[in-house]
């Protein structure tokens, strides 16, 4: 049963409380300072001791040790848990340790370690081995940033290009966005990987160290061609380009001592500018080959040719950065090339498209970063020992000066349509020995060119309006290309097979008349021609100064004006 409370006996009272039930006051037993470092149990024992034996007060005071003796206990086991309690407050208010990458180790108990970008010299605890830590791994730093834990590799992270190793096993990163290019350190993990330029790499979130090979990386292989056998005797009527052409490459490349003594300046490319159709592509195919022979005739090595073409509206890409990102790749592909060792050629068709004056439009904003981003490729690449750059185009016009400046493609090359005797050259290639003839091929070319150029109403093609106020009749002839006499040539060949199986004939030939009606069948569909009456695509097939003209379109337009009118 529970006693009423009773009120506490102030201490200068404590003695004559004591009084009835001991002779001696307690504080004659001990001094103050020692009764006061008694607990409450020991006070009860010493009290209990001062009873004398079989004292009635004893029981009571042995019940009282037990309500003490479990008061106590159920305050000790409060304590602890709000000890428990204080300390995991404690933690949960420290604040967060921070993730870092270690770069290096900077003696016994310090590292170098990147903190959000930031680098730092840490104190590692001593718990930990410097020696224990790798390149590139984390590591966890507290408020201090001293390394208190070493964390395992990243798994995330941006990905990057690898532009080029360095000697000391560093990486060279060409940032995508084309801003600046920056230098890596692989980590542990790399440092034994064989690594290649165009590969692509994963960094830590720091952007300082190469944590894993993600790929090959993709690259613009799809534009890479062989090149057939293509001997300068396959060109027609482009006499004057070719010339031009071995002058530019063929005799620095054959005769480089003699250049070198006269100090001439080598070129690092060309530009072939002319309509479309008339073998500026097969003159940079030719090229390519030509030249492979002529070394290998010299020198006796084979240098394969790497060929790789490309049109120019395929790198313009919208997103921020890709175009570039090609074209830098296209130029590491072939300098990559030229290191092993192949005759790299770097063919770009239409390149007005990718490096045109910066004019309006959509593709403005990546045009005025590729030229310069062109212009400084162009600035690395040393004559004759890397790459060949051949740009094509038929509005040569468009073409930024910046590109034709000297030390960059300062030779340019006129690609004209073929003259009447080049056409008629063209014709007797297409019209090989090889064939079944039903003529000389001399004879058959000359009859067909004579159809093609012949200047009569049936032949009349697009009407040009100058600006003067003069009108020109352009006629077949004059808007004759390679293209379109190969094209001739095949549609022949297949009117010929047609006929033979119709006949079963057992000697098929090639005639005349197979040839003149493939003439008049390819000009009626008129495939290789603008489907359009827009004089600006009209233009591009034409050398005319498109200040001087007012209006340039087909003449079937106005054929059939007529035709309505009767
Ligand atoms: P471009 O690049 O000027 O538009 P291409 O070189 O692609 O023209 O020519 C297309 C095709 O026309 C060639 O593959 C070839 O068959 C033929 N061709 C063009 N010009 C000539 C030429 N001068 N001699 C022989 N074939 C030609």
């Known amino acids: 049963m529970a006693e009423p409370k009773k009120k506490p006996v102030p201490r200068e009272d404590q003695a004559a409380a ?56 159920m305050n000790d ?158 060109i027609g009527g482009q006499d004057e380009a070719v010339r031009a052409i071995r002058d530019a490459i063929e005799l620095p490349f054959l005769h480089r001592e003699l250049f070198k003594k006269f100090e001439h300046s080598v070129p690092k490319g060309f530009l072939l ?38 049109k120019g509206p395929e790198v313009l890409n919208m997103w921020v950065g890709e175009s570039e990102r090609q074209v830098r790749d296209l130029f590491a592909q072939c300098r990559e090339r030229a290191r092993d060792g192949a005759l790299a050629f770097l063919f770009i068709d239409e390149a007005e498209s990718i490096l045109g004056t910066r004019r309006g439009g ?47 493609i300062d030779r340019k090359i006129r690609v004209k349509r073929p003259d009447q005797a080049g056409a008629q050259a063209i014709y007797e290639i297409y019209l090989r020995d090889s064939l079944p003839l039903a003529e000389p091929k001399a004879d058959l070319a000359r009859a067909v060119t004579e159809a093609h150029f012949a200047r009569t109403p049936d032949n009349e093609f697009a009407e040009v309006n100058f600006r003067s106020g003069r009108r020109e009749l352009l006629c077949r002839g004059d808007l004759a290309s390679g293209a379109i006499i190969a094209a001739v040539v095949e549609r022949a060949k297949s009117l010929a097979i047609r006929r033979a199986i119709a006949t079963q004939a057992t000697d098929p030939q090639l005639t005349r008349t197979d040839l003149l009606t493939a003439l008049r069948l390819e000009h009626e569909e008129n495939d290789l021609f603008p489907s359009t009456d827009l004089t600006e695509d009209w233009l591009k097939l034409t050398d005319f100064d498109p200040e001087n003209v007012v209006k340039l379109g087909p003449v079937r337009a106005r054929k059939t004006e007529r035709s309505g009118v009767v």
């Open 362 to 408: 959509r593709f403005n904003s990546i045009l005025s970063t590729l030229v310069p981003m062109f212009c400084t490729e162009m600035d690395g690449i040393e004559p004759l020992t890397n790459v060949v750059v051949i740009l094509a185009s038929n509005r040569a016009d468009l073409i930024d000066p910046a590109i034709l400046r000297p030390g960059r």
């Open 273 to 310: 500018h002319g309509p479309p159709g008339c073998g500026k592509t097969l003159l940079g195919k030719a090229t390519a080959y030509n030249l492979r022979q002529q070394i290998q005739a010299q020198t006796g090595v084979d240098h394969p040719e790497f060929f790789l073409h490309i």
């Open 18 to 73: 004591d009084t009835p039930l001991s002779s001696t006051p307690l504080a004659d037993l001990l001094p103050r300072e020692q009764l006061e470092e008694l607990s409450t149990l020991q006070l009860v024992d010493l009290i209990t001791s001062k009873l004398p034996p079989r004292h009635a007060s004893i029981f009571d005071m042995v019940y009282l040790r037990e309500r003490i003796a479990a008061l106590e206990e």
């Open 77 to 234: 086991q409060a304590r602890a848990a709000l000890e428990k309690m204080d300390a995991i407050i404690e933690k949960l208010r420290a604040p967060a340790f921070r993730i870092g990458t270690f770069l290096a180790p900077v003696d016994r108990d310090k590292a170098h370690v990147c903190l959000g970008g930031t680098d730092y010299v840490c104190r590692v605890d001593p718990a930990i081995p410097v020696a224990s830590l790798q390149a590139g791994q984390r590591v966890l730093c507290n408020e201090a940033f001293a390394v208190v834990q070493g964390l395992g590799f990243d798994r995330n992270g941006p990905i990057v290009r690898v532009d080029e190793l360095l000697s000391d096993g560093r990486l060279r990163i060409g940032q995508e966005a084309g801003v600046t290019n920056f230098i890596l350190q692989r980590s542990a993990l790399l440092a034994k990987e064989k690594m290649k330029p165009g590969m692509e790499v994963r960094l830590d979130v720091n952007q300082r160290v190469a944590l894993e090979i993600i790929g090959v990386g993709k690259r613009v292989d799809r534009s890479l061609e062989t090149v057939s056998e293509l001997p300068w005797s396959a």
